[in-house]
């Protein structure tokens, strides 16, 4: 497609983030050292960030018993490097007069201009007692550019995150960087006292700070630190030209502070600047440039705030009652408007009425969401989940659609129907989900589904009726796969979130359960000693997640979340229910999953998963705890990739699994290698569990069940991340080696697996 190829570079983007009291110290007389690096010992910023260090700061709004504040944030999009020769290609036709309102860089000129401007107005509430809670309340919002949405805000504001400068590693892009004052600063960055200035009418000094290794993850830029109480005052920080992040070619941040006492800090101004392309990493090419400035004002603390001031609504930036006028926006605006800022919204409604603009948007909404809205009500698909292949159906097609009138519909319908060209089967899904209440997010759902799927995918899978089984549908996979099973299920759910982030939900299920290819696999059993094929199974599942510390947007039933370093925690109780609609089996389960990435410094991100599950009463294999194997060629995370579908099944196990990101700072130290800024990845999976030998005598058939119990099976390797050309880096490719469990039927010793991973 040639009408306006730079959108497709905002598509793929898009889906892929005082006053001081004076203190005495012995530092009476700092001597200006030349430019040249010197021992720690010997350098003048040492004493400094000593001084520093002793009086470590916290922020200030965990110190009182409750604060609230204002915070205006303003969000902006540019495309950046457009030289004249782009943009007299024919894709701008009819929509040349959105250049008229670009800004001119530099005496080449290459152009940057606004296509998405974002204003919002917060009010901030918190309190630490008697009981930790906060509320963030939307006081108005104005936006314009492509898209202007939810859905287009959040991608924007999910770029950034919420940093500490006093944080020994600071989080950009999930990604760890050792922060300029670390008190392990010295082992990362080069320091240098340049002298002294007057900030905001602080006396400070004045610090240069440099990566000792280019290579690696680092930025360099000046701190800030007041001569009187050592606090940081400003600081600027900026990523090496040699930046090793998908997309992103540079990032620069500017934070101010207020330093109202010797023990806490205050924010007072955050600038950020990210500079994305999938063109190349350098600094002319075409790209987009995503500005973010957030200014907190009107401080107050100790009110006695009351529960009643953070029961109120849950809101979102669609809600119209936020949309203000420009009075409102002049009185209000905590910092005057650009003259590229003040110009989006004048473009922006030139161009709504343009049809090529309208098309790219529709591109942009196809490719972030994987749907196509029609009739303004109806989406089709998912698109990426069309094709697949087993050996029951042969080449399967799946299509489907769901109602979606805003991001914040409060009621969702949803169905599939799939082909198998070898069984000659129709297969289907449905179902059906109303929110009730915006604040616990009460919802109920119905949903039912005939389809062919691979049990034992997952150990603590979701009871969705619409999540698609990437066992028995992808394309790829190594060996014959004919352990797939038909699905008669109808079910319905319950669920409530009575604190923030923490979701109690009841599933009621009917479902029975055959082997889709008998002849190769039985799930036949005994019961009463006769023997059946087919199980019926009625059950009541209780999940409790917590998810402390996720970032969530929108109110609908369905939720934008952010990409943060949140933890999962899920606990569920499965009670089976012997004869309702004539089910087969009286059983208890208990499950417990636990997910956790971690950042370590500048020593990448860890990830760590552990599931644990008990049976308490014989089962048959229809019913049991499956290790999950991968067959397929693709990465599919907690699973086990040199494990077969049914190699192992457990009455109770527990596994573990670690995966660690070195972000490459391995590669970094290797010639030539380090060119192709390649990242390393370590990992380790065990399984442990044990099988009854009443649970194995109850099922028929030739498959030898067994459980990892003499010793835990494991499986490690590593892989090699961000593989691509210029700034797209997204293939991963793994390399597998098992462990133990070697002399076991088909066990494959190595394996290599490959897949695609879109974030930073």
């Given at each position: ?30 001597q200006i050292q030349a430019s040249k690096k010197l021992k720690k010992k010997d350098n003048p910023a040492f004493e400094i960030l000593k001084e520093v260090w002793k009086r470590k700061k916290s922020n200030g709004l965990s110190q009182f018993q409750d604060y609230q504040f204002e915070e205006y944030e303003k969000v ?130 004045r610090i240069k700070y440099e990566p000792k290794r280019k290579e690696v993850l680092s930025m360099y830029g000046v701190i800030y630190i007041s001569k009187v109480n050592y606090a940081v005052v400003k600081a600027t920080l900026k990523s090496t030209k040699s930046i090793n992040v998908n997309f992103v070619n540079s ?259 009917n479902q029975t359960t055959k082997s889709a290819l008998p002849e190769k696999f039985s799930l036949d059993f005994y019961k009463n000693n006769q023997q059946y094929s087919e199980l019926n199974d009625s059950k009541l599942v209780l999940s409790v997640t917590a998810r402390p510390g996720a970032v969530f947007s929108q ?206």
């Amino acid at each position: 497609m040639k009408y306006f190829r730079i959108i497709f570079l905002f598509l793929v983007l898009a889906s892929v983030f005082s006053f001081s009291q004076v203190r005495e110290t012995d530092i009476d007389e700092v001597q200006i050292q030349a430019s040249k690096k010197l021992k720690k010992k010997d350098n003048p910023a040492f004493e400094i960030l000593k001084e520093v260090w002793k009086r470590k700061k916290s922020n200030g709004l965990s110190q009182f018993q409750d604060y609230q504040f204002e915070e205006y944030e303003k969000v902006e999009l540019d495309l950046a490097n457009l030289d004249s020769t782009f943009t007299h290609k024919k894709i701008f036709n009819k929509v040349d007069f959105i250049f008229k309102y670009a800004d001119t860089l530099d005496q080449a000129n290459q152009l940057s201009l606004p296509v998405y401007f974002n204003e919002t107005l917060y009010k901030n509430f918190g309190r630490n007692q008697p009981t930790r809670k906060k509320k963030r309340e939307i006081l108005a919002n104005k936006s314009s550019g492509l898209n202007s949405s939810d859905a287009m805000a959040n991608t924007a504001k999910n770029l950034y995150k919420e940093i500490d400068i006093y944080d020994n590693v600071l989080n950009f892009f999930n990604i760890g960087f050792t922060s300029p004052i670390a008190t392990d600063g010295f082992s990362a960055y080069d320091y240098q006292l340049l002298g002294e200035e007057n900030i905001n009418g602080n006396d400070c000094y004045r610090i240069k700070y440099e990566p000792k290794r280019k290579e690696v993850l680092s930025m360099y830029g000046v701190i800030y630190i007041s001569k009187v109480n050592y606090a940081v005052v400003k600081a600027t920080l900026k990523s090496t030209k040699s930046i090793n992040v998908n997309f992103v070619n540079s990032f620069y941040y500017d934070l101010e502070y207020d330093n109202p006492s010797d023990s806490i800090f205050l924010p007072k101004k955050n600038y950020q600047e990210i500079q994305m392309s999938i063109f190349g990493k350098k600094e002319k090419s075409k790209s987009i440039i995503a500005k973010k400035t957030v200014i907190f004002s009107d401080y107050l603390f100790d009110q006695k705030l009351n529960d009643a001031v953070f029961d109120t609504k849950v809101t979102s930036l669609t809600d119209s009652e936020f949309n203000k006028d420009e009075a409102y926006w002049k009185e209000n605006r905590k910092e005057e408007l650009s003259k590229s800022e003040a110009n989006v919204y004048t473009m922006m409604d030139e161009l709504q009425d343009v049809p090529q603009f309208k098309k790219a948007v529709r591109i942009y909404e196809v490719v972030s969401s994987g749907y196509y809205n029609a009739f303004k009500a109806i989406d089709f698909g998912d698109i990426f989940s069309v094709i697949g292949f087993n050996e029951v159906e042969g080449f399967r097609l799946r299509v489907g659609a769901r109602t979606y009138f805003s991001a914040n519909d409060t009621w969702r319908a949803a169905f599939y129907t799939a082909y198998g060209f070898k069984d000659h089967q129709l297969k289907y899904g449905f179902e059906f989900r109303k929110m009730f209440n915006r604040n616990n997010r009460f919802t109920l759902g119905v949903g039912t589904r005939r389809d062919i799927l691979q049990l034992g995918a997952q150990l603590t899978g979701d009871e969705g009726i619409m999540t698609r089984s990437f066992a028995s549908s992808g394309v790829l996979s190594s060996g014959s796969n004919f352990y797939l099973s038909s699905v008669n299920q109808v079910s319905g759910f319950a669920a409530i979130d009575p604190f923030k982030n923490f979701t109690v939900r009841l599933d009621a299920t009917n479902q029975t359960t055959k082997s889709a290819l008998p002849e190769k696999f039985s799930l036949d059993f005994y019961k009463n000693n006769q023997q059946y094929s087919e199980l019926n199974d009625s059950k009541l599942v209780l999940s409790v997640t917590a998810r402390p510390g996720a970032v969530f947007s929108q109110y609908g039933v369905d939720r934008y979340e952010h990409s943060t370093l949140a933890p999962t925690i899920m606990l569920k109780y499965t009670q089976g229910l012997e004869g309702v609609f004539n089910s087969d089996f009286n059983y208890s389960k208990l499950q417990l999953y636990y997910f956790q990435p971690i950042l370590l410094k500048s020593f990448g991100r860890l990830l760590l998963n552990v599931e644990a599950g008990k049976n308490f009463n014989k089962l048959p294999l229809a019913l049991q705890n499956i290790i999950p194997g991968n067959q397929s060629y693709n990465l599919m995370p907690n699973t086990f990739a040199l494990l077969n579908y049914y190699e192992f099944v457990a009455d109770q196990y527990v596994t573990f699994q670690a995966e660690h990101h070195f972000n490459g700072k391995i590669l970094s130290y290797i010639p030539l290698i380090k060119k192709l800024k390649l990242r390393e990845v370590g990992f380790y999976r065990t399984a442990l569990g044990n099988l009854t030998e009443r649970s194995i005598l109850m099922n028929v058939g030739n498959q030898n069940l067994s459980a990892p119990e003499k010793k835990p099976y494991y499986e490690y390797g590593f892989g090699i991340e961000n593989i691509g050309f210029g700034n797209v880096r997204i293939l991963r490719v793994d390399f597998n080696w098992r462990g133990n469990y070697l002399e076991n039927p088909e066990a494959r010793k190595f394996g290599i697996k490959f897949g695609f991973q879109y974030y930073f």
